[in-house]
């Protein structure tokens, strides 16, 4: 099974958005497909899924800068920016530990997430026996941060998810990328 099929089945695509994909399609030209038929949450949501997990975090802190931010979002997005230049298992528990001391209830939430979600355990910290996040919960944390940060403008709402994909597709260009985790 291509890479996009498997991430199409890890994040429960749609059979309408399916239907636009064929299995010989690069990561980069299944995303397009779907964006350029006005599927973005699905394209978001594959894009995703499809890069490693670093990567998805530094594509989200990208999306976050320019935008006016509260402290708590703010906060959020520092600890998985830290996280991404610093993917300890130190950073990725703080990250983990702020978004669920939050709630998931923000923006900065969201974001710290999907740092939180890329390995480790989310047992309580002293906790001995692990437990792994699923490899998808890095995907939907981001698509849930993109999701709040385009709601920031309601009346564009769409265009925002469609341009912060778009801003991520060259991530996509490289063949050599392959969904990790």
């Given at each position: 099974?291509?890479?996009?099929?498997?991430?199409?089945?890890?994040?429960?695509?749609?059979?309408?958005?399916?239907?636009?994909?064929?299995?010989?399609?690069?990561?980069?030209?299944?995303?397009?497909?779907?964006?350029?038929?006005?599927?973005?949450?699905?394209?978001?949501?594959?894009?995703?899924?499809?890069?490693?997990?670093?990567?998805?975090?530094?594509?989200?802190?990208?999306?976050?800068?320019?935008?006016?931010?509260?402290?708590?979002?703010?906060?959020?997005?520092?600890?998985?920016?830290?996280?991404?230049?610093?993917?300890?298992?130190?950073?990725?528990?703080?990250?983990?530990?702020?978004?669920?001391?939050?709630g998931y209830?923000?923006?900065?939430?969201?974001?710290?997430?999907?740092?939180?979600?890329?390995?480790?355990?989310?047992a309580p910290?002293?906790?001995?026996?692990?437990?792994p996040p699923?490899?998808?919960?890095?995907?939907?944390?981001?698509?849930?941060?993109?999701?709040?940060?385009?709601?920031?403008?309601?009346?564009?709402?769409?265009?925002?998810?469609?341009?912060?994909?778009?801003?991520?597709?060259?991530?996509?260009?490289?063949?050599?990328?392959?969904?990790?985790?």
């Amino acid at each position: 099974m291509s890479a996009v099929m498997r991430a199409c089945q890890e994040m429960e695509t749609p059979e309408e958005a399916r239907l636009l994909l064929s299995p010989a399609m690069s990561p980069h030209a299944a995303v397009s497909a779907l964006i350029d038929a006005g599927q973005t949450q699905e394209a978001l949501k594959l894009l995703a899924r499809l890069l490693p997990k670093r990567y998805v975090v530094a594509w989200l802190c990208q999306c976050a800068r320019g935008e006016e931010l509260g402290d708590e979002d703010r906060a959020g997005v520092a600890l998985a920016e830290h996280w991404v230049r610093d993917p300890s298992e130190r950073n990725r528990r703080a990250a983990f530990e702020f978004a669920n001391a939050g709630g998931y209830d923000s923006i900065g939430a969201w974001m710290a997430a999907a740092a939180g979600w890329s390995g480790g355990s989310l047992a309580p910290a002293g906790q001995e026996t692990p437990v792994p996040p699923s490899p998808d919960l890095t995907a939907r944390a981001a698509v849930a941060a993109v999701n709040l940060l385009a709601a920031q403008d309601a009346g564009d709402f769409e265009g925002r998810r469609a341009a912060f994909a778009s801003n991520a597709l060259a991530l996509l260009a490289d063949q050599s990328i392959e969904p990790r985790g």
